[in-house]
């Protein structure tokens, strides 16, 4: 399946709210992952499942979606938040990630 | 606390072979599905392809023709093997444990990756 994740680039300041979305080419229920991934570091899971945040991820991350259309929505961004972004479908084998959305300052 | 660490040439010609191996601690080789993934400089994530130690591995298959991945039970680690190499190939190869989290699974933790170049 395909996955098409947007924007690829996003400008944005400290304390604003953002939202970054991931379509996918086949319904996969809930079956969406969420990765944050900072210069030179491996990707962080974020959140799993479309909308459950993994332990210890602040409440301003939230997630939302099902089937083909998803979005990774960051509140009140914070200056550690400043990184790329990259959703991965787990419904199935080969596992696809999005082209990433690099989050700027 | 789960580790992976990943290692290998840094540096690999041009038609030759790339092994990695990534080392684990802090779990069993046993009780997940490992995985490698890539990166190339400057784009996204390819998953690469998975492994469970009592069974056959499942490959992505735009790489399926030129890969092995492979498992070491008595060295907790698993292994990728990529024949015929081509700058293409050049990238950051991660290796991460699959977990299965909530309804689904994901990748948690991940290795810290390795750059691996191919140039002659």
């Known amino acids: 399946s395909q996955m098409t994740q947007s924007p690829s680039s996003l400008s944005a300041s400290v304390g604003d709210r953002v939202t970054i979305t991931c379509r996918t080419s086949?319904?996969?229920?809930?079956?969406l992952n969420w990765y944050q991934q900072k210069p030179g570091k491996a990707p962080k899971l974020l959140i799993y499942?479309?909308?459950h945040l993994q332990t210890g991820v602040p409440p301003r991350f939230s997630g939302s979606g099902s089937r083909t259309d998803f979005t990774l929505t960051i509140s009140n961004l914070q200056p550690e938040d400043f990184a790329t972004y990259h959703c991965?479908?787990?419904?199935?084998?080969?596992?696809?990630f999005g082209q990433g959305t690099k989050l700027e300052l | 606390q789960v580790q992976l660490q990943e290692s290998g040439p840094g540096l690999v010609k041009p038609s030759e072979t790339l092994s990695l191996t990534c080392s684990v601690s802090?779990?069993?080789?046993?009780?997940?599905?490992w995985s490698w993934m890539r990166q190339p400089p400057g784009k996204g994530l390819e998953w690469i392809g998975y492994?469970?130690?009592?069974?056959?591995?499942t490959y992505n298959s735009s790489l399926e023709s030129r890969l092995t991945i492979s498992v070491d039970v008595s060295n907790n680690q698993f292994s990728l093997k990529l024949t015929s190499l081509t700058a293409a190939d050049t990238a950051v190869y991660y290796c991460?444990?699959?977990?299965?989290?909530?309804?689904?699974?994901?990748?948690?933790?991940w290795g810290p990756g390795t750059l691996v170049t191919v140039a002659s």
């Open positions: 802090g779990a069993s080789i046993r009780s997940y599905y």
């Open positions: 991965q479908q787990s419904s199935h084998t080969p596992y696809v």
């Open positions: 492994i469970f130690y009592n069974r056959s591995p």
């Open positions: 086949q319904a996969i229920d809930i079956h």
């Open positions: 499942a479309a909308s």
């Open positions: 991460a444990r699959e977990v299965p989290i909530g309804p689904t699974v994901g990748f948690d933790p």
